[in-house]
């Protein structure tokens, strides 16, 4: 089984910043397609960012130059730079990734999720 555990969630006021780690723990083969996605109250969870094995990343419009999406594979880690917070950014921000197993197929995981507030 995988698990997929995000930290560095939290408060910050309008302007600030934040580091989001997403950790991959069990019996993983390989790391595919890594990405955060993240929903605010009411609305549908939404993509914020994705990344390749390989490192090509892909961001959604509403966080194009102030968001960073990296991965380290030896450490099993993705991780997300956010600058330039707005309140609009306040959601639940949920790590999502294509794995493979040991001897499996690739399957897809999500993380429980981590509250970013922005607020003044």
């Known amino acids: 089984q995988v698990q997929l555990v995000e930290s560095g969630g939290g408060l910050v006021q309008p302007g600030g910043s934040l580091r989001l780690s997403c950790a991959a723990s069990?019996?993983?083969?390989?790391?595919?397609?890594m990405g955060w996605y993240r929903q605010a109250p009411g609305k549908q969870r939404e993509l914020v960012a994705t990344?390749?094995?390989?490192?090509?990343?892909n961001y959604a419009d509403s966080v194009k130059d102030r968001f960073t999406i990296s991965r380290d594979n030896a450490k099993l880690t993705v991780y997300l730079e956010m600058n330039s917070l707005k309140p609009e950014d306040t959601a639940v921000y949920y790590c999502?990734?294509?794995?493979?197993?040991?001897?499996?197929?690739?399957?897809?995981?999500w993380g429980q999720g981590t509250q970013v507030t922005v607020s003044s």
């Open positions: 999502n990734g294509w794995i493979r197993l040991g001897a499996g197929g690739v399957d897809n995981y």
């Open positions: 069990g019996m993983i083969f390989s790391m595919h397609v």
């Open positions: 990344i390749t094995s390989g490192g090509s990343t």
